[in-house]
């Protein structure tokens, strides 16, 4: 699965090989903080591409039907298909068509919420929530080995500044988009 994004191995003057990512295009003069994000999102998109592969790999499975089934896994009595696209912060579709294959397979089953006859809530089955746990299990070992670089102390350093950064950015206002703030301006 090849993305703009995606890490690409690169010969630097025929000589040895040179990660070429997102961070690869800033320099000292780009802003501090410019090169701070990138820097996140590159190590994010490492971490991901890491465990997306070896979900494939190891289980035949996609990190979207892992995050799934990881969802369900806290909710013994399942949850509803809106609920898990909020939880995921992906959209109804994408729910319903990993539901659909997940329940094919036998690891979720689709049942009436009692609460409301109208919806529908998705849950793991015995299958699938032994699947998910035997996943769970490796997927920690490979978060673990892939922060093997760092001491616990700056593990709980990084954390701590990440924790920082994001009670900030909770406090930053959504800025309104281009066409809202146009439209404003031409109500008055």
Request: hydrophobic share 45%.
């Amino acid at each position: 699965m090849a993305t703009s994004a995606a890490i690409r191995m690169k010969r630097a003057n025929g000589i040895s090989p040179m990660l070429v990512d997102v961070e690869t295009r800033v320099t000292e003069a780009d802003h501090q903080a410019l090169r701070l994000w990138l820097r996140l999102l590159s190590c994010h998109l490492r971490i991901e591409n890491q465990i997306r592969a070896r979900l494939r790999n190891s289980f035949a499975t996609t990190l979207a039907r892992f995050d799934l089934m990881a969802q369900l896994e806290r909710h013994a009595d399942g949850l509803r298909m809106s609920d898990l696209s909020r939880s995921l912060m992906v959209t109804g579709g994408n729910v319903t068509g990993i539901a659909d294959q997940l329940e094919r397979e036998k690891l979720v089953l689709r049942v009436l919420d009692r609460a409301d006859r109208r919806a529908i809530r998705v849950r793991l089955t015995a299958a699938g929530l032994a699947r998910f746990r035997e996943m769970a299990v490796q997927h920690e070992q490979w978060i673990v080995e892939l922060f093997g670089g760092l001491s616990e102390q700056e593990k709980r350093t990084i954390y701590g500044l990440l924790h920082k950064l994001k009670l900030h950015l909770n406090g930053v206002a959504v800025m309104p988009s281009a066409a809202k703030t146009a439209s404003r301006r031409g109500a008055k």
